[in-house]
């Protein structure tokens, strides 16, 4: 029997002397195993972060094409701390397109506000929550509909953006609507998509992020649309974000977690959240 140039006997030790034999050379034929993410930064001084370019949360500057945000800056400082001089790269894409992205190696890292949920955890590996973003229920201001639930959006239309959560509970409260009275859901590959479209009054209402939408409506108040103030959104602990990174990063997780829950003690978090806008704090950091 020829394995390549080798050639494999069977003497004293029969079958199984060839068997070995042909295990170790196959054995030199199979890549070692991927390096760690934190250890890939350490070398290339880069990290590559994905993000749907939502301000104030994480977003690319027009101008500097630099990644600027809550989330980036959570994530700079998490580098500082580990003495990592390392930039971060930022590529901007639809919702929907940023765990394709991770699982293809166009990024590293997920560095957007998403939920953790058991399917997505399937495929990609979470940091430990990062801050909490409940859903808020936007409406035309005035709210023409008298719109205060999801409920109430039967027969009526409703936006959100594609790969959200935010388009399972439009499905689910649209299930639920009588007969003939269901929500006519249109899904856009952006939040500033619907926010276009509710502005312009195509949509009756949009469920998406609290924090984007009362962004937005600071940024700029002649905005033609409302947070329902009286909305009460899913469960908090279920609107739990978190980065993501491809299966198989240990060390990357255990340095973000231990690096992130000391950030959270002793106020750093917070100082990087109210710079952005979002307070109170505590609404956006605990439960």
């Known amino acids: 029997m020829r394995f390549g140039a080798l050639r494999v006997r069977f003497g004293r030790g029969g079958m199984f002397g060839a068997i070995a034999a042909a295990l170790l050379l196959l054995a030199g034929a199979v890549p070692a195993r991927a390096e760690d993410l934190l250890a890939r930064i350490k070398a290339s001084k880069v990290l590559v972060i994905g993000t749907s370019n939502d301000a104030p949360l994480s977003y690319v500057s027009p101008g500097t094409h630099k990644a ?58 979470f940091t430990d929550v990062v801050f909490y973003n409940p859903e808020s229920l936007d409406v035309p201001k005035g709210n023409p509909k008298n719109l205060h639930s999801l409920a109430a959006l039967c027969g009526h239309s409703a936006g959100t953006y594609e790969g959200t959560t935010y388009a399972d509970l439009l499905k689910s409260a649209s299930a639920a609507c009588p007969a003939g009275k269901r929500i006519d859901i249109k899904l856009y590959p952006t939040i500033q998509n619907v926010f276009a479209d509710l502005n312009a009054g195509r949509l009756d209402a949009a469920v998406v992020d609290a924090s984007l939408s009362a962004y937005a409506l600071k940024q700029n108040p002649a905005l033609g649309f409302e ?38 003690k002793d106020g750093t978090a917070a100082r990087i959240f109210a710079k952005w806008g979002l307070t109170p704090t505590n609404f956006f950091l605990k439960l």
């Not at 400082?77 to 394709?100: H, N």
């Not at 991770?102 to 990024?107: A, E, F, N, T």
């Not at 009286?230 to 240990?250: H, I, L, M, R």
């Open 68 to 125: 600027l945000g809550a989330l980036p800056d959570i994530l700079r400082e998490f580098l500082r701390r580990e003495g990592i001089a390392a930039r971060l790269e930022v590529t901007a894409m639809p919702f929907s397109s940023l765990l394709p992205a991770l699982q293809s190696g166009r990024i590293e890292l997920m560095g957007d506000a998403m939920y953790i949920r058991p399917a997505r955890a399937k495929i990609v590996d």
């Open 227 to 264: 947070l329902v103030a009286n909305y009460e959104p899913q469960a908090k602990a279920t609107s739990d974000c978190a980065f993501a990174v491809a299966k198989g990063n240990p060390e990357f997780l255990r340095a973000f977690n231990a690096t992130y829950a000391a950030m959270l």
